[in-house]
């Protein structure tokens, strides 16, 4: 992190114990907005209330505007619909706007509550707790399915409900394959690949960039877990004033190239 406003957080995933932190209390009580971070989680609400499946496609639109924020994709310009794994690893926003209307406020709401969101997590002493607040319009709901509004979460939360996603995934829970493939291939391909590591280690997650209530910049996220098949640990990293996604993958690439060469080393002994 070298010196950098924000925090790290390391757990493992089979006992829920904390390996590692930078800025522990930055990570318990920093409330903010989550950005694409979430974007799985939406995935998760839409694939469990039935209201998309694998193959479920739409074009990127560009240029895509919600309310007053301009919302348009950054990732490459393909020229063919865009499926829920390639929504994830590229972070579309017109994917995740379009099909988050399917939901009620409600549905995403509790769906968000379900996952951990909005309350604390127990890791850590005198925790700050998150919120996600009930969508009162459909451009509201479009915002709030893609972290830019309506649901401020802590690090831990995040860490947390992702540290769930891990076990789904070592449990080999099929219903989420989607979820699980679309976050192995953001790191693959996508706007996570800075997260990955020079090593044999494979590495799922997301990346995220949210707007700062406070001012003009935005904070990066990237959230994940590795080893892909069968995650060990997982990982948030949190960046105040971040300069994109990448930065935030490139410190998490450290952290899981670091963990790589542990493991090389309890197996060599």
């Given at each position: 992190?070298?010196?950098?406003?924000?925090?790290?957080?390391?757990?493992?995933?089979?006992?829920?114990?904390?390996?590692?932190?930078?800025?522990?209390?930055?990570?318990?009580?920093?409330?903010?907005?989550?950005?694409?971070?979430?974007?799985?989680?939406?995935?998760?609400?839409?694939?469990?209330?039935?209201?998309?499946?694998?193959?479920?496609?739409?074009?990127?639109?560009?240029?895509?505007?919600?309310?007053?924020?301009?919302?348009?994709?950054?990732?490459?310009?393909?020229?063919?619909?865009?499926?829920?794994?390639?929504?994830?690893?590229?972070?579309?926003?017109?994917?995740?706007?379009?099909?988050?209307?399917?939901?009620?406020?409600?549905?995403?709401?509790?769906?968000?509550?379900?996952?951990?969101?909005?309350?604390?997590?127990?890791?850590?002493?005198?925790?700050?707790?998150?919120?996600?607040?009930?969508?009162?319009?459909?451009?509201?709901?479009?915002?709030?399915?893609?972290?830019?509004?309506?649901?401020?979460?802590?690090?831990?939360?995040?860490?947390?409900?992702?540290?769930?996603?891990?076990?789904?995934?070592?449990?080999?829970?099929?219903?989420?394959?989607?979820?699980?493939?679309?976050?192995?291939?953001?790191?693959?391909?996508?706007?996570?690949?800075?997260?990955?590591?020079?090593?044999?280690?494979?590495?799922?997650?997301?990346?995220?960039?949210?707007?700062?209530?406070?001012?003009?910049?935005?904070?990066?996220?990237?959230?994940?877990?590795?080893?892909?098949?069968h995650p060990e640990i997982v990982l948030v990293v949190?960046?105040?004033?971040?300069?994109?996604?990448?930065?935030?993958?490139?410190?998490?690439?450290?952290?899981?190239?670091?963990?790589?060469?542990?493991?090389?080393?309890?197996?060599?002994?």
């Amino acid at each position: 992190m070298k010196g950098r406003a924000g925090s790290a957080v390391v757990l493992d995933v089979p006992t829920g114990k904390l390996l590692a932190a930078y800025h522990p209390d930055v990570a318990a009580k920093r409330l903010a907005l989550p950005g694409s971070s979430i974007k799985p989680f939406t995935l998760v609400a839409l694939l469990e209330a039935g209201k998309v499946n694998s193959e479920a496609s739409v074009m990127c639109k560009r240029p895509l505007i919600v309310g007053s924020h301009q919302l348009t994709c950054s990732h490459p310009d393909v020229k063919q619909p865009i499926d829920p794994v390639t929504a994830i690893a590229y972070s579309c926003n017109t994917w995740f706007t379009t099909m988050a209307t399917r939901l009620t406020p409600n549905e995403l709401r509790n769906s968000f509550l379900h996952d951990g969101f909005g309350s604390p997590t127990g890791l850590l002493a005198d925790e700050a707790s998150g919120s996600v607040l009930l969508a009162a319009s459909s451009e509201e709901l479009q915002l709030q399915a893609i972290g830019e509004s309506g649901v401020h979460i802590t690090p831990l939360e995040l860490l947390l409900a992702y540290q769930k996603l891990a076990q789904m995934q070592s449990a080999h829970d099929s219903k989420l394959d989607t979820v699980f493939n679309g976050l192995e291939a953001s790191v693959s391909y996508g706007m996570g690949h800075q997260a990955q590591p020079g090593s044999k280690l494979k590495v799922a997650g997301k990346t995220g960039t949210a707007r700062a209530e406070e001012g003009t910049w935005r904070h990066a996220w990237f959230a994940g877990y590795a080893p892909a098949d069968h995650p060990e640990i997982v990982l948030v990293v949190f960046l105040e004033r971040g300069t994109g996604p990448v930065d935030a993958a490139g410190v998490a690439r450290q952290i899981f190239g670091a963990y790589s060469a542990l493991r090389k080393q309890r197996t060599a002994d």
